[in-house]
């Protein structure tokens, strides 16, 4: 395997985190593979944050 091989196998671009906001839903790209994310139906870091703390604070059943 050449050096650029073991550039890409070894490299960290997939541990880094991908930080959802609202300019990525007005960006009207296309995600092959996922409706949901192509048409922006997805909450953001900021929304995911308060929807978990809400459901935390809710009373059980």
Do not use: H
Not at 8 to 34: C, E, H, M, W, Y
Not at 42 to 49: A, H, L, S, V
Request: aromatic content about 8%; proline content about 3%; hydrophobic content about 30%.
């Amino acid at each position: 395997m050449n050096n650029s091989g073991k550039e890409i196998l070894f490299n960290d671009i997939f541990q880094k985190p991908v930080k959802f906001t609202k300019d990525i839903r007005k960006a009207k790209s296309v995600i092959r593979g996922n409706v949901r994310l192509s048409k922006g139906m997805f909450r953001t870091d900021e929304e995911k944050e308060t929807y978990a703390n809400e459901s935390l604070s809710r009373e059980l059943p």
